[in-house]
Every structure is written in C-alpha cells, then in structure tokens.
C-alpha cells in the first residue's frame, strides 16, 4: 500500500510510537494525518508539528471510535490507513486485580475491534484500506513479569490475525506491531505498579535483551511493512527467530524460558510468589 494522498488516522499518537507514526506517514506522503490521544495537548503539539488535526479520544469508548471516524470522513475524505496504537503496561502475576486485567483488555484488545468496527465498512465501500494495530512481542512470545500484559498481547495479536483473514476480500490489508523494547512513555501511562522506576529500568529489564529501539526507528518498520503488505512488524528482528524455535518445539522453548526466568529473577521474589504463598498461609 502507498501512503501518499492517503489520510491516515493515528491513535496513541501524543507520544511515543504513535507519535512516530504520525510523523513517519506525514513524511511519507500522507495527504493528511489525525493525531487521536487522550492527551488534547499532546496531540495538539505532535498535529501541529505535522499539519495535521488533533483529537481528543479515549479508545476504550467504542462512541468515540465511531464519532473519529465518521469526523475524519466527513473533512478530509477516506481514511486510508488506521494505526490503532495505546497501551499500557503493568507488573504481576494471579495476584493481578480484575479491574486491572479488565482496562487492559478493553485498551489492548476491544480498542482494536472498535476500531476495525468503525472503518472496515467505509474502507471497503472505498475500495479498500489497511490497518495497522500495535501488539507486542509479548503477544508472540511471553513478558515474563507481566500475565495481564502477555494475555492481552496474545489477543490483539489473534485478532489482527483474524482480520487479516476475515477482511482481505473486501481490499483491508492488515499488520501488526510486535516490538520488544522501545523508548516511550510507557511507564508514564502506566498504573503506579512501576511508580518510581525510569527508563532505565525498562533499558535493563526482560523485554530489552536485544535492545531497545527508538520510536522514529520502530515506525521506519511499519511503513516498509505496510508498503510490502507484511502481516508481522518485528523491529527487533530476534522476535522471528524466537518464534520458529517456539513453533518448532514449544516444550524446549518453555524450558528455554524458565531458564531464562530463572537468570532474570536469581536471588529475588517472581510475580506470582507472593500470591502463591498468601495462600498457603490460608
């Protein structure tokens, strides 16, 4: 897929990968990019860095979805490309509250069915279009120190997948995001369970054994994969490799993990410790 004279809808975008993104289709030929956030003066900032139009939205509000769609059509035309793009991260095991889990399904998972929801019809209508959604790699593979992460990931990624499979008569294309490491605000927007922990922590944590990427690098990924109509963006290329030792022999890749978990958290307490011996204490 091209890019130019495309109007391109980015959320997420006050920051971070989003951000990126929003300056990486600007930059590609993008006849208008819209740079949805819940941050009104972030996105502000990042659209008119960009010429382009900033709006308020919460992807969890499935009205709002709708209303920045039907917006963006009604002043600038199709929307060619829909980066659906938020998230949050936390930190835990079983011991995890519901109310927790539940917010990062509706932002990792239901954010991306709204917005397919919202725009495959008027994609197909106009011939076709492409979505690209934000996973992890942990949707692939597995963040060690984070169940309701992992969880989510997985789904975001089965769900793209199945779009990928469900929509592709009707002329959608669709990628998905799979990066380890990036540096972003991450923590920033994240509940205080990594209250008190920098960059560097991320920088020294699980998911940055192979690095960790700039945003303006991981979005140069997803252009090259939405031009190529590529399904998986890997901007840490490992995560390919990782995956076919997982789909060749998984039980030798869950005995390769629980090594490598057992290096990560040598001498110290593991997500899920805590919870286990609370029970046992009854």
Request: with cysteine.
């Amino acid at each position: 897929m091209e890019l130019e004279g495309r109007v391109v809808v980015v959320t997420g975008a006050g920051s971070g990968i989003g951000a990126a993104l929003a300056r990486a289709t600007q930059g590609a030929g993008a006849r208008h990019v819209v740079v949805a956030d819940r941050d009104g003066p972030a996105a502000e900032l990042v659209a008119a860095s960009i010429g382009g139009t900033a709006a308020v939205v919460d992807v969890t509000d499935e009205d709002a979805i709708v209303d920045l769609v039907t917006t963006t059509e009604a002043a600038h035309g199709p929307i060619g490309l829909f980066c659906s793009n938020a998230g949050f991260l936390t930190s835990g095991g079983l011991e995890e509250p519901n109310a927790t889990i539940d917010a990062m399904w509706n932002v990792h998972v239901m954010a991306h069915i709204y917005a397919a929801r919202a725009v495959v019809p008027s994609m197909a209508a106009n011939g076709g279009g492409y979505l690209l959604n934000t996973a992890s790699a942990a949707g692939l593979l597995c963040q060690l120190d984070a169940m309701a992460y992992s969880v989510t990931k997985g789904a975001a990624v089965s769900f793209a997948q199945w779009l990928a499979i469900a929509h592709r008569h009707h002329g959608i294309g669709v990628s998905v995001l799979c990066p380890q490491a990036v540096r972003t605000n991450l923590l920033a927007n994240s509940p205080d369970r990594y209250e008190g922990r920098s960059l560097d922590w991320v920088e020294g944590g699980v998911a940055s054994s192979d690095g960790v990427l700039d945003p303006d690098e991981v979005a140069s990924c997803c252009l090259e994969a939405v031009h190529e109509e590529r399904f998986l963006v890997l901007p840490h290329p490992e995560v390919g490799d990782y995956l076919a030792r997982r789909g060749t022999d998984i039980d030798r890749w869950l005995s390769g993990m629980r090594r490598f978990q057992d290096t990560i958290y040598a001498g110290t307490s593991r997500p899920g410790d805590a919870f286990v011996a609370g029970l046992a204490k009854g």
